[in-house]
């Protein structure tokens, strides 16, 4: 009890957290334990506290390997920024910088020291020089050819665990099936390590899936519609990425492509501008992202259907990792699916990678629970229907489709099973292009039989038998729509076929666009502009300072003391040293601000003219009440009127020459419609404003 108590504390003191998240606790004891750890937790379920937190308490230095560079800088900031010593040992530093790290380490002034797998020919020499507590690989699915990111560079891990076999070593990954798992431990010699397996679900995370027809329109609308806001456009090539991000900024959205084509310090721009906000939408391949640890990305588009559910997740996982909600889309087609096979096959492991891809081409075409499937293909059940996917929130509406099958196996047999889906769906919809005519198709009985369906329509319910098994892609024959023993069953011996409606997913309206794209003075756009100023001298992203999920704590409870402050979740002993006395300050000044306002009278319509009134018996001419109260002198005459007709005592006389009145007594006479306003300001060839005439015509009505 005693030893959970000293957790919690150190938790509060560093991280600012008041309580631990699934398995963190006992992940944690285990490494104190002495124990070895393999950790498979989401994106955004908190691994890094899972090492880091031990480090503080732990004697000696903890080693942790990362895979790239901008995650080891990403980590370092934050754990600098919550008062624990941390550095990184990697070729973007000189050999001298690298050396004074190295210096820092063996005095003690290091708790955590990062190290790239191709780095650690410093190992060797630390370990010599100082005691190392705890070893921690991130990311450890690189080390497994069986992963979807395999790095052989991590293969050579495998010795540490030799050279230090007493010192308590965590894995850690946040997607790995059980293939995968088994692999990590092997490679990395965990003979006996504790398997920690967190759920997968991300509940905060929108999932959805569209046919990619008019995808860059339907990705304009969508980000147009989310101003402020940062994203990741996943593409699958570098041409995509380029295409898509110069069509975003020539529609006012401020976006950068990113692909390993670029040189890489014009890479490392580009990325320090996202993390820092400055660019807030990459249009990338998925080289990037991996060494991002930016919580406020509120929302991931896959521009093409992903290679497998593992590096989908992963990538979705960039998103809302502060625990606030986010958006996901995934569009697909065909044509990605045929792409996407030519790049696993002759590979080292083409079965797997096939396997997979079937796997994550099932997942787009479910009609059931996205997020049930994919915590299915990591071994966790759901049976709960999510409400926070497509299908949940507009379910598919089955009907008979055996007619419409039929009509597609026809058309298939007629074409001889020679062409590709395309070709298919022209031929069926009766289209008079140079295929169908050079071939003479349209003299083939089953031409045009489908013509009442829509291109894209026809296409979604050819998919859906092509995904029931009735008839098949012959990927290895140009991508020819073949018939099978299903297809005969279906054509002559009567087997039903049942098929579900395309599903339009209702589009962001005007108002919901206008609604955010408004932004109001509240408090938490004040703390937001704060926090960028602060992170900006600082020279460390905006979330170093404090996430959006902390940020919006802050504007809501309003902290107008230290001991209030420190008890916001996610404010530390170190960030109320150094942030608390500023945000402080802003709440205090916004509240009094607010309170300014409100104790300010509200100027009732209703009553301007007696405030008017009011003036004016204080002396006050009728230019002077105008400056004063910012209205137009005409506005202000037409006050008198009023308070004349409702038998306020006073003059007009004092608002309006007897040579005014006179002119518009002889032009009472002379204009054709003298109960119009107008025919005596036209008269007057508009020298004379509608307020002067008004009073004018008052003070004529009143003597007779």
């Known amino acids: 009890m005693k030893e959970k108590t000293k957790l919690r504390t150190t938790l509060k003191k560093y991280f600012g957290y008041e309580k631990f998240r699934p398995l963190q606790e006992e992940i944690i004891m285990s490494i104190l334990n002495g124990e070895d750890n393999l950790v498979i937790m989401p994106t955004g379920g908190g691994k890094s506290i899972c090492f880091q937190l031990p480090a503080i308490l732990l004697e000696g230095l903890t080693l942790v390997i990362s895979p790239l560079i901008a995650l080891m800088k990403d980590q370092v900031d934050a754990l600098n920024a919550n008062g624990i010593s941390a550095a990184y ?33 410093f190992f060797e020499s630390l370990s010599n020089v100082t005691e190392i507590s705890l070893i921690a690989v991130d990311e450890a699915h690189c080390i497994s050819s069986w992963g979807h990111d395999f790095r052989p560079a991590y293969t050579q891990l495998s010795f540490l665990k030799n050279k230090l076999p007493n010192t308590p070593m965590v894995a850690l990954t946040a997607t790995a099936d059980k293939a995968t798992r088994e692999d990590i431990a092997q490679q990395l010699n965990l003979k006996n390590a504790k398997k920690n397996i967190s759920s997968f679900n991300r509940a905060n995370l929108s999932l959805e899936v569209r046919p990619a027809q008019d995808r860059v329109k339907q990705i304009l609308d969508f980000v147009i519609s989310k101003p402020n806001e940062s994203g990741i456009v996943y593409c699958l090539s570098r041409k995509q990425t380029e295409q898509l991000a110069q069509r975003l900024n020539q529609n006012g959205c ?35 992202g991996m060494g991002i640890d930016k919580s406020n990305v509120r929302w991931i588009i896959h521009y093409n259907l992903p290679k497998n559910i593992e590096g989908y997740y992963q990538e979705i996982g960039r998103a809302g990792r502060d625990g606030l909600t986010a958006e996901t889309i995934l569009f697909y087609s065909y044509a990605d699916v045929i792409q996407l096979r030519k790049f696993a096959q002759g590979s080292e492991n083409e079965i797997v990678q096939l396997a997979k891809l079937d796997r994550i081409l099932q997942y787009a075409e479910a009609t059931s629970c996205r997020r049930n499937i994919l915590l299915s293909y990591f071994g966790e059940i759901a049976i709960e229907k999510c409400e926070n996917c497509d299908v949940c929130n507009y379910p598919p509406t089955f009907f008979d489709g055996t007619v419409i099958a039929q009509k597609i196996l026809s058309g298939i047999f007629r074409l001889q099973q020679q062409e590709p889906l395309n070709v298919l769906i022209d031929f069926l919809r009766g289209s008079q292009n140079n295929t169908i005519l050079n071939k003479n198709y349209q003299q083939l009985k089953t031409y045009g039989v489908a013509k009442d369906l829509t291109w894209k329509t026809l296409q979604q319910y050819i998919i859906q038998i092509i995904n029931q098994g009735i008839c098949e892609i012959a990927f290895h024959e140009n991508n020819k729509i073949k018939l099978n023993e299903l297809s005969q069953k279906v054509l002559f011996k009567g087997l039903k076929v049942s098929l579900t409606q395309p599903v339009e997913v209702p589009k962001a309206t005007q108002k919901t666009i206008q609604k955010n794209t408004t932004v109001k003075n509240n408090l938490f756009e004040r703390l937001r502009i704060l926090r960028l100023e602060l992170a900006t001298a600082k020279g460390v992203p905006a979330y170093v300072v404090f996430s959006d999920a902390t940020l ?13 402050f420190i008890n916001i979740e996610g404010v530390g002993q170190k960030k109320l040293q150094d942030y608390g006395h500023e945000f402080i300050t ?34 006050y001419t009728v230019e002077e009440i105008s400056a004063q109260r910012n209205l137009s002198i005409n506005t202000i005459q037409s006050h008198f009127v009023k308070l004349y007709n409702e038998g306020v005592e006073l003059s007009l006389n004092d608002f309006v020459t007897e040579k005014e009145i006179e002119a518009v007594r002889e032009a009472r006479e002379k204009v054709e419609h003298p109960k119009s306003l107008k025919s005596f300001y036209e008269y007057f060839n508009e020298q004379l404003d509608y307020a002067t005439i008004k009073m004018a015509l008052v003070v004529i009505e009143n003597e007779q």
């Open 552 to 564: 919006k704590s802050i504007a809501n409870e309003r902290p107008v003391s230290e001991s209030e």
């Open 586 to 619: 802003e709440i205090i000044t916004f509240l009094n601000d607010k309170k300014t306002k409100s104790s300010t009278p509200k100027k009732n319509k209703k009553d301007s003219h007696k405030i008017t009134y009011a003036l004016y018996k204080e002396g």
């Open 89 to 121: 040992v990697n070729s973007s530093q000189t050999t001298s910088e690298n050396g004074a790290i190295i210096e820092k380490v063996i005095s003690k002034e290091i708790k955590l020291l990062y190290l790239a797998p191709e780095s650690l020919v």
């Open 254 to 288: 401020k976006a950068a492509a990113y692909h390993a084509g670029l040189p890489a310090e014009e890479r490392s721009k580009i990325q320090e501008n996202f993390i820092h906000d400055t660019t807030p939408i990459i249009c990338a391949t998925i080289a990037f």
